[in-house]
């Protein structure tokens, strides 16, 4: 299982951060990290099970359901 953001649709909100600290960051200027070296939709490599968890988390938590879990 993987993760992917939609980052058109992502508003830099944060939740994510806090719900999957070790998955989600912002930068320095408050953007999602995950935007670096990638557009339009970013997409994670495999996660454990414990990132599953974690990226749950954050799909619940995103106020723009910009996130979802593939594969
Ligand atoms: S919670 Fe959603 S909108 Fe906010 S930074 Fe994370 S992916 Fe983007």
Redo the contacts with the bound molecule.
Sequence with gaps: MKFA?DLDR????????FAAPGL?SLDDEGQ?AHRHGASGRYTSAVLDGAGEDAVSS?VD????Q??RLVG
């Excluded at 992502?10 to 951060?17: A, R």
């Design positions: 953001v992502c508003e830099n909100h944060g939740q994510c951060v989600f999602l954050a938590m995103c106020p723009m910009a996130i």
